[in-house]
């Protein structure tokens, strides 16, 4: 029992055991644990557990001269730096309005939950050791955030910066990025050098902004695997994707067409969701969708009015909420036999125009492994 908080945590937080498995990293997830549910105390938490433990806060209340702390126990007043761990800052959820000093040795930082506007020139300047930064949760606005700021960072992989006030994308980014959390902030743009070069990123968060354009930003993107840009105010898809795209969010925007071959380009991609946008049969090519590594597709809420043609291997197909009058069996197979059916298994066309009956009688055999059909 004594891990399941830590296991929950580290669920929350996004991270997997198999990355914490050595003894120190499980000491620090129940530390963070303990620095989130209980409330903020200066003293630090394991004042009593380690009686050895030296660390002095900087000026003493009695006047004596304060001895210097060891480089590797510094630690800014307001945060905590668990000794057991220490390339970890701990700033976060203590009302902080401005971003408090880094220790060159720090690894991963923690200012998530404050009330942090501004990001001052060359604040991480010498925490050039960083790979985890979290800001999510704080009121950073766009003209507050120093130019730069994140340029030196050539380890950085992970950057929380969701939930904030960004009406930009800060650059430059380091080329080192893994992922980059931007949902819900006020992006309206994005410029066409802003993610140029990142090698590695593999997870793109990007929903609930303004977003009206992103142009030919993606395709350079190498690594990417999962780019989330539901949420926004596209009118069209991004020009081009990355061959190594898995994932694609598009839902609750505007976009009324997609170009013939566009997920020709990316062989993996097995999950895309545009629903809640504005796609007409006409803005359709014939094949758009029939694309052989779909898993799943969800259109779902547009302005469909025939069921674009799809693989005979995709799984998951969702048109509900569009105005779809016929049942066209030719959208799932062009012919049928031994071989050649589709493997579709949940199928959900209700809200459209048809009626059950309109289901040809040889739909059950090019559908014979569905197993949820609704009209
Ligand atoms: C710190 O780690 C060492 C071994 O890595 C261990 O012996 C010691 O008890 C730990 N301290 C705390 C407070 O967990
Ligand atoms: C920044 O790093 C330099 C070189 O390592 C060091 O001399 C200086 O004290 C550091 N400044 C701060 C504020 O840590
Ligand atoms: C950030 O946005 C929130 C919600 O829109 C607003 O209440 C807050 O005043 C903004 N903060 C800044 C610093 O602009
Ligand atoms: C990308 O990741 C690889 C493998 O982990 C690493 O060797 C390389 O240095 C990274 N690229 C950048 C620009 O950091
Ligand atoms: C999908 O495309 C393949 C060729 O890539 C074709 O053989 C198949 O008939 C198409 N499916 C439909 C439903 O048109
Ligand atoms: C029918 O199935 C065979 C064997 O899987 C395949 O080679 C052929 O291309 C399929 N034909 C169509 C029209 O899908």
């Not at 690594?223 to 969010?249: A, H, M, T």
């Amino acid at each position: 029992m004594r891990w399941a908080p830590v296991l929950i945590m580290a669920g929350l937080c996004g991270v997997t055991m198999s990355q914490y498995e050595d003894y120190e990293d499980m000491f620090w997830l129940q530390a963070y644990v303990r620095s989130q549910s209980s409330s903020y105390n200066y003293a630090p938490y394991y004042e009593d557990e380690i009686p050895a433990y030296s660390y002095v806060p900087a000026g003493s209340p009695d006047g004596d001269p304060v001895p210097e702390p060891p480089v590797s126990r510094i630690c800014p007043h307001e945060c905590e730096c668990p000794p057991n761990f220490s390339s970890a800052l701990y700033c976060d959820t203590r009302n902080l309005r401005y971003l408090p000093f880094v220790p060159s040795r720090m690894k991963y930082a923690y200012f998530q939950n404050n009330q942090i506007t501004t990001i001052q020139e060359g604040a991480f300047d010498n925490a050039t050791s960083l790979e985890w930064i979290a800001l999510h949760n704080n009121q950073i606005t766009s003209e507050k955030m120093g130019k730069r700021v994140f340029a030196k960072l050539k380890n950085l992989e992970r950057l929380y910066l969701d939930h904030n006030n960004l009406t930009k994308i800060p650059t430059p980014l380091p080329r080192s990025l893994r992922e980059l959390h931007l949902g819900y902030n006020q992006i309206s743009k994005v410029p066409s050098n802003a993610l140029e070069g990142l090698e590695n990123l593999t997870a793109l968060y990007l929903s609930h902004n303004q977003i009206h354009e992103i142009g030919p930003n993606l395709r350079g993107l190498k690594s990417l695997i999962i780019v989330d840009l539901s949420y926004n105010q596209l009118r069209r898809v991004p020009d081009g994707l990355p061959s190594s795209l898995e994932q694609f969010y598009l839902e609750h925007n505007y976009i009324y067409s997609v170009p013939e071959d566009y997920f020709k380009a990316s062989p993996k991609l097995y999950y895309v969701r545009i629903s809640h946008n504005s796609l007409t049969n006409d803005g359709l090519a014939s094949n758009t969708f029939n694309a052989s590594s779909l898993l799943e597709l969800d259109l779902s809420y547009n302005k469909l009015q025939k069921i674009p043609k799809v693989s005979t291997s995709l799984e998951n197909l969702y048109l509900q909420g569009n105005r779809i009058n016929e049942f066209t069996i030719s959208s799932f197979c062009t012919m049928v036999d031994i071989m050649n059916f589709s493997r579709l298994q949940v199928l959900r066309l209700d809200g459209n125009e048809i009626r059950r009956s309109a289901m040809p009688s040889d739909a059950p055999l090019c559908l014979r492994w569905a197993n949820v059909i609704e009209i």
